[in-house]
DNA sequence: GAGCACTGC
């Protein structure tokens, strides 16, 4: 097939001047069966084992190696294992190499454990949180960035048990990655022997070895390794005009592709499946809805070939699950599936079977305002890396094909990289975290790329109103507590108060409730009369929990149930919670509270009435969220009292306040989103009493 | 009539 045949609703396909999504590598590189061959063998073909002496001669040369490597060249199975039989583990050091994600973290060291031929945990191990696993010989260990950075904070600043630290994905720059890199960086000053390998997919190589070699003496300077990948040639095509509607483009996009391809004798069977990238979930669903309806009416032949498919984070598991299962009815593959997705396809999971993609060019970022002090998401154009990486999730398993539903001098346009996460984020907790580290003057801590000065202040004041630091902005006693917590410093301060009140094991709950997902299942879908029955059922089983202050003692109160009748997961859906959420709550409130447990003793409520119960945990909750607070007016609507900028806000329908709260004067919230009719929307929203502001945090509301 | 990227400790 020809794609520049295509002609687009809005415009017309072209291929790219450029041609190409991938670098350097030959369209025909051979394709290793990796599958059959022997694990030697096997580790011998990967693309990283050409570089195997260079990269060695370079770690005992140089404090700092940049690997440009691309997908699946091997270097983050290899690399450690070289640096491993080669010394590097000697005199009880060990080698531990980072990864954004626990998955990644897990994965590969299972891998490496299976090449080094002994079980995991020994040799090689991993630790992500609530799951380590290795032991005093592990040699190698996998790591989240996260852990690395905690351990650190917690107990080893100089990482002195580690001669090497490979830090992988950092390309992605994600705020832990950022701040390891500028600890690492730190932390050579005063460990020449360390040796830092940062690895990263795009040609930024550069930008991380100067930000090293700033601090570096000549005599070590870093060096720069690119490796080749494994990946097949995606053609890129654009659009001709740009598209006036991106969800229309992108259905009419996957259909003319399996039309196409019907006509073609080599027909469905031929091809792989279609990855369409989209920014939000809701757009997942109406494509999804959108191209049912294409179909089912114009062309029901095609109906019968194609499979619709979504995929983002909060899709309930099973459904998730369906990408990545191939249909062993369809092992003949009579059907084509195309699969919607949001960001959660770019880099967190690999769908199989991908050949062709579909590129919306947009993104979903969250930006942080500190002028009003609300996270909001917004739709963007991604970046050119980004487009990149999509565009090369079409070449996994054959040449593949990538639909940029954009003109190419619109590409040309992009940003190169998505702004790092450091940029748009809330800076309390990073800031917290330095402070532990010791890094008294914030402003001096190299990162990468500096965040603004409102940023900066901002994060620094609600750390000051929250009492983790002092007026000279250094560290309280309360604050080097907090940030001993693996929770934001607003959460982190509420299980302080908890300790003060007595009601730990409650607060510890409601704290880990915030940080699962919903812990309710809220009827979706179905038959508008089945779907009116199902809201009544669900409304009837969440009274049975529902307090009038709203979220917060709900949740409580689902938790305490929970520990008293131990529900299984039957009895769960019945009274439409989510059983894996509320197994997730227990965890991380176990974690909490042996946290917690250092500073104090741990108190249960037990017999406490239903109002001292609801009186103190929301005390605690105002002790770490009095930023958060609004007032009912006379027009009947809430409106946030902070400051002189009083902004709309609404609790969202669905949340426990709406549904059972009553009309309190004052309220406080944990989450906001972008309400559909201007103001913002709250989420974890309880009525409070004002006076516990003055008392709880004087020098914010006074 | 609800509902809103993705991780991580």
Same mark, same amino acid.
């Given at each position: ?158 990482? +002195? ?18 701040? @390891? $890199? ?49 990946? /097949? !040639? ?40 279609? @990855? ?79 050949? /062709? ?56 346009? *992009?940003?190169? !990289? ?9 800076? +309390? ?13 914030? @402003? ?13 202040? /901002?994060? $620094? ?33 509420? $299980? ?32 508008? !009369? ?18 009038? +202050?709203?979220? /917060? ?42 946290? *917690? ?20 945990? @929301? ?84």
């Amino acid at each position: 097939m020809s794609a520049s045949t295509y002609t687009g609703n809005d415009g017309f396909w072209k291929p790219s001047s450029t041609t190409s999504a991938r670098n350097k590598t030959d369209s025909n590189a051979p394709v290793f069966n990796f599958s059959s061959a022997p694990l030697a063998q096997q580790r011998l073909l990967l693309p990283i084992h050409k570089h195997k002496r260079q990269i060695l001669y370079s770690v005992e040369n140089f404090g700092v190696v940049v690997i440009v490597g691309e997908t699946a060249c091997g270097k983050s199975t290899q690399i450690p294992h070289y640096l491993m039989s080669n010394g590097w583990c000697d005199n009880g050091f060990q080698i531990v190499c980072t990864q954004p994600r626990r998955i990644a973290a897990q994965t590969l060291a299972a891998r490496v454990t299976k090449e080094v031929g002994r079980t995991l945990g020994t040799t090689v191990g991993y630790t992500v949180r609530f799951d380590n696993k290795t032991s005093e010989n592990t040699k190698i260990i996998y790591v989240t960035d996260g852990i690395l950075l905690r351990e650190a904070t917690l107990t080893d600043p100089l990482l +002195s048990r580690y001669s090497v630290v490979m830090v992988d994905e950092a390309h992605e720059r994600n705020l832990n990655t950022d701040a @390891l $890199l500028g600890l690492l960086k730190k932390i050579r000053r005063k460990r020449q022997d360390l040796r830092i390998i940062v690895c990263s997919a795009t040609i930024d190589a550069q930008a991380f070895l100067d930000f090293f070699n700033a601090a570096e003496t000549t005599l070590n300077i870093g060096t720069i390794i690119s490796v080749d990948g494994r990946q /097949h !040639a995606v053609d890129v095509l654009y659009l001709d005009k740009p598209t006036s509607n991106y969800l229309r483009s992108t259905v009419e996009t996957a259909l003319s592709i399996c039309k196409l391809s019907s006509k073609n004798p080599k027909g469905v069977n031929g091809e792989g499946d279609i @990855l369409c990238f989209l920014p939000s979930g809701e757009d997942v669903d109406e494509a999804i809805r959108m191209a049912q309806e294409v179909v089912d009416s114009q062309d029901p032949t095609l109906a019968n070939h194609l499979v619709f498919l979504p995929l983002y984070s909060k899709l309930p598991f099973n459904m998730q699950a369906r990408v990545f299962q191939i249909d062993e009815r369809d092992k003949h593959k009579t059907k084509r599936r195309i699969i919607f997705s949001t960001n959660i396809a770019e880099t967190s999971v690999t769908v199989p079977r991908i050949t /062709h993609v579909i590129d919306s060019g947009l993104v979903k970022l969250p930006y942080f305002d500190p002028k009003t002090d609300f996270e909001r998401l917004i739709v963007v154009p991604s970046s050119q890396a980004s487009a990149k990486q999509r565009a090369g999730r079409a070449g996994r398993l054959q040449a593949g094909q990538c639909y940029r539903l954009y003109t190419e001098n619109f590409f040309l346009k *992009l940003e190169k !990289a998505t702004p790092p996460e450091i940029l748009r984020t809330n800076l +309390s907790s990073f800031i917290l975290t330095l402070k532990a580290l010791g890094v008294d003057n914030i @402003l001096g801590f190299d990162v990468m790329d500096l965040p603004g000065v409102d940023s900066l202040s /901002h994060g $620094l004041e609600s750390l000051y109103a929250l009492g983790a630091i002092d007026d000279d902005t250094n560290l309280t006693v309360l604050g080097m507590d907090m940030s001993s917590f693996p929770t934001e410093p607003r959460v982190s301060r509420m $299980l302080l108060e908890s300790l003060r009140e007595e009601c730990s094991v409650e607060v510890a709950g409601v704290c880990a409730a915030l940080q699962v997902r919903s812990l309710f299942l809220t009827p979706r879908g179905g038959s508008s !009369a089945g779907r009116q029955q199902q809201q009544l059922d669900y409304e009837s089983a969440i009274s049975e929990f529902a307090d009038s +202050s709203g979220d /917060h003692v709900t949740y409580a109160n689902v938790i305490s149930h929970q520990d008293d009748r131990r529900m299984d997961r039957e009895e769960c859906s019945e009274r439409f919670l989510d059983y894996v959420a509320i197994r997730r709550i227990s965890e991380v409130r176990d974690q909490l509270l042996r946290f *917690l447990k250092k500073f104090g003793r741990i108190r249960s409520l037990g017999m406490a009435t239903v109002d001292e119960k609801r009186k103190v945990i @929301l005390k605690c909750l105002t002790s770490g969220f009095f930023f958060n607070v609004a007032k009912l007016h006379n027009d009947g609507k809430y409106y946030t009292i902070r400051g002189t900028n009083h902004i709309l806000v609404s609790p969202s329908s669905s949340s426990i306040f709406h549904t059972h709260g009553s009309h309190a004067e004052y309220i406080i919230f944990c989450e906001t989103h972008d309400g559909s009719r201007g103001g913002m929307e709250l989420k974890n929203v309880s009525a409070i009493d004002p006076r516990w502001l003055r008392e709880l945090a004087p020098h914010y509301w006074n």
